[in-house]
């Protein structure tokens, strides 16, 4: 990853460009591009994401951008072999253990919320009684 950023760093410079003016012109924060120029990929939680940014950072500056990804493909094998396989096995159920289960909620799917049938006895008793009470109390207030 190194070499990724060394190549962008060194195109920026012969360029003419600085961070700031590529950060504004990129709509990128200058920040990201400090990160992906050193080669902190750690910085990064979506790997997707840095892709993208190193593709358009790399057109930006005149370089090929396939080329790049090709590189930094490379780079990401070399370093993910060499994870010995109990750990990202711990990894994995660490995460599993962590999970906790997220349900995606709208408005058209989710389902109502199911009160027992005494709830509903109850409500309507004493919506009936304060209906009678009601009654009650105008005919009083009419024959007085």
């Known amino acids: ?41 750690g910085c990064f939680k979506d790997i997707y994401e840095l892709k993208d ?9 005149g370089l090929d951008g396939a080329k790049l990804i090709d590189e930094f493909n490379e780079y990401l094998f070399e370093y993910t072999s060499k994870i010995p396989l109990k750990e990202i096995e711990k990894k994995v159920s660490e995460q599993q253990k962590e999970k906790v289960e997220e349900r995606i909620v709208s408005p058209y799917t989710k389902p ?20 009678i009470g009601i009654i009650i109390w105008s005919i009083m207030t009419v024959v007085s």
Do not use: F, H, Q
Request: hydrophobic share 40%.
């Open 53 to 61: 940014y190193i593709v358009n950072y790399a057109k930006y500056l």
């Open 1 to 41: 990853m190194d070499s990724i950023g060394e190549k962008l760093k060194e195109a920026r410079i012969s360029s003419g460009v600085n961070l700031k003016e590529a950060s504004e012109d990129l709509g990128i924060k200058e920040v990201i591009l400090e990160n992906i120029e050193s080669g902190s990929i």
């Open 112 to 131: 109502m919320k199911k009160y027992p049938s005494k709830y509903y006895i109850a409500l309507y008793t004493v919506l009936i009684l304060i209906a």
